[in-house]
Every structure is written in structure tokens, then in C-alpha cells.
């Protein structure tokens, strides 16, 4: 199986203040076809995962530009340019390149400072 | 309005069977490879079984095979996960969600919890 690690297991920022969120994968996430099926959801207190960002750095429709994701192969990264208060949750990483046995990250709970 | 709804959760004992039903709405649902994917109270998100668009092939976690079975009932936008052989470790809330490796967009329900305890 795929193990992905997330770091830091929480993070408490200062309203409009950065935040980044690291994702790792033990294998390559780089697909035959060329794409990295690398995404980033939210799960905000109480509701359910949301997507954020697919293919590493796409965000989805709705998601604030304020969210952006990069990296590549084994290593990405969700940054949040200036957290807001609806931002509060927990981000997972999950990978889908190696569909259909999707593994997630283990999360990052973001607070408020 | 896109739906995904998941009924059948409850209390079982271990060694007991739940069928966990989703019903979905808004979307193509012929045309969606859907999953099963559960989360446990300490919050992590597991993978559980993955059916395609036409109900064959099917796919399970190591954790689950052979005691769970996917299935989907197109004409009535229905997915489906029967379980038997319950374990306490098979206490989670359990999403049904529309997968998506491109634009289209990865549905998540609203879970329903099952919890495995005598």
C-alpha cells in the first residue's frame, strides 16, 4: 500500500497569516499517463470532506484562490495564502494514482490562533 | 442539487451483518465509479470498496474482502455495502462517495455511523 504522511499534526495560525500543510507519499504518485493524482480535501467541524485541489495543484470550483497546492512525484504541499476563520478543520492529503486502492494522509487540524 | 444519502447504520454486535445504502441524486450515477469510504473516531479516512459504472469490476481493502460486498443498483441510483462478519475495528462512520481523478467533482454523503460493540 501507498502510505501517505502528513506533517505538522496541527497548526494553530493568526488570521491572515500563511499556512502549509506537507503531504508525502512512500512510492511515486507520477501516473503511465503523465499526471500526479495527488488531492487535497477539508473537513470542516461536523461536515463532511470536501475536495480542494485534484491533480496537485487544481483547485476544484468554489475554492478560494487563497488555497493552492504544488509538489511532485513524492512531495506536495497545500498553502493556504492568508487563513480566514472558515478555513478551520482538517486538510487530507489522498493520493488516487494508485486507484483503486486510495490511501489518505493521516490529517492536519488547522486553528486559530 | 447533488445528493448522496446513506441510510442503514446503526449498533451491531460482532459477528453481525449491516446492508448500508446510499442514494444519489443530482449527478450521472450510471456514469460514476463510486466508492465506500469510512472514518474512524480518531478522524482517519480509510478506503473501503469501489465499484464502476456498470457494477463490474469491484474492489475491496485487504481489511475487508471477503466479508463485505459492493454492489449498485442503476435504476435506482443506489449503491450498496453489505457486511458481514462484523469486528470491533469496523466501528466508523461510513461515507458514499462519487470518485473523480479530473474536474468533475468528488461527492462526499453525509456518513452514517455503524458501531461494532456487544
Known amino acids: 500500500d501507498v502510505v501517505m504522511t502528513q506533517s505538522p499534526l496541527s497548526l494553530s495560525v493568526t488570521l491572515g497569516q500563511p499556512a502549509s500543510i506537507s503531504c508525502r507519499s512512500s512510492q511515486s504518485l507520477l501516473y503511465s499517463d503523465g499526471n500526479t493524482y495527488l488531492n487535497w480535501f477539508q473537513q470542516r467541524p461536523g461536515q463532511s470532506p470536501r475536495r480542494l485541489i485534484y491533480k496537485v495543484s487544481n483547485r476544484d470550483s468554489g475554492v478560494p484562490d487563497r488555497f493552492s497546492g504544488s509538489g511532485s512525484t513524492t512531495d506536495f504541499t497545500l498553502k493556504i495564502s492568508r487563513v480566514e476563520a472558515e478555513d478551520v478543520g482538517v486538510y487530507y492529503c489522498?493520493?488516487?494514482?494508485?486507484?483503486?486502492?486510495?490511501?489518505f494522509g493521516g490529517g492536519t487540524k488547522v486553528e486559530i490562533k | 442539487e447533488v445528493q448522496l444519502v446513506e441510510s442503514g447504520g446503526g449498533l451491531v454486535e460482532p459477528g453481525g451483518s449491516l446492508r448500508l445504502s446510499c442514494a444519489a441524486s443530482?449527478?450521472?450515477?450510471?456514469?460514476?465509479?463510486m466508492n465506500w469510504v469510512r472514518q474512524f473516531p480518531g478522524k482517519g479516512l480509510e478506503w473501503v470498496s469501489s465499484i464502476t459504472s456498470s457494477g463490474s469490476p469491484t474492489y475491496y481493502s485487504d481489511l475487508v474482502k471477503g466479508r463485505f460486498t459492493i454492489s449498485r443498483d442503476n435504476a435506482k441510483n443506489s449503491l450498496y455495502l453489505q457486511m458481514n462478519s462484523l469486528r470491533a475495528e469496523d466501528t466508523a462512520v461510513y461515507f458514499c462517495?462519487?470518485?473523480?481523478?479530473?474536474?468533475?467533482?468528488?461527492?462526499w454523503g453525509q456518513g452514517t455511523l455503524v458501531t461494532v460493540s456487544s
Open positions: 489522498m493520493q488516487g494514482t494508485h486507484w483503486p486502492w486510495l490511501t
Open positions: 443530482g449527478f450521472s450515477f450510471s456514469d460514476s465509479t
Open positions: 462517495t462519487r470518485d473523480s481523478s479530473t474536474s468533475a467533482p468528488f461527492y
